[in-house]
């Protein structure tokens, strides 16, 4: 299963607003510079994860974006499923009827088993565990280059 660029994208806005010190929003502008994602595809991005409760947009002077829950409340399998819809690892995982041998195969069962620990895995994550391994990866970079 690939996930989309869209999904991707979401997860690195929503850490880079949830980590950012500032006290006020975000201008969609930093955030594209900061993550490297196309403005206009940003745009409607955070317009997605706004329409969700995710995060929060104010227009004008002062304005900017912010997180629209605690990260500690921000299920990363939520956040995928916006842009990708229920997550699954093959069409045949969708019905019974998808072919002859739904009722009885081995191979069906291998994705279902895989999906299900994939939804596990993502829907145990929040932001606030994103947070936490940005904050261990940083502090493991800087040791690496203090010891260069």
Known sequence: MLLS????YALRVLLDIASSHESHGIITRVIAERQHVPRVFL?????QLAARGFLRTQRGKGGG?????????????????VFEG?????PCTMTDEFCDFSGNCTIRQLWIDLEGTMRNHLGK????DLMEMSS???AK????NAQA
């Open 136 to 138: 261990s990866l940083k």
């Open 5 to 8: 660029m869209q999904s991707d």
């Open 125 to 128: 994550l929040t932001l606030a």
């Open 141 to 144: 970079h800087e040791k690496v």
């Open 86 to 90: 229920r997550l699954r690892s093959n």
């Open 65 to 81: 974006v912010t997180l629209g829950r605690e990260p500690s409340e921000i299920n990363l399998l939520e956040v995928i499923e």
């Open 43 to 47: 745009t409607k991005i955070i317009a």
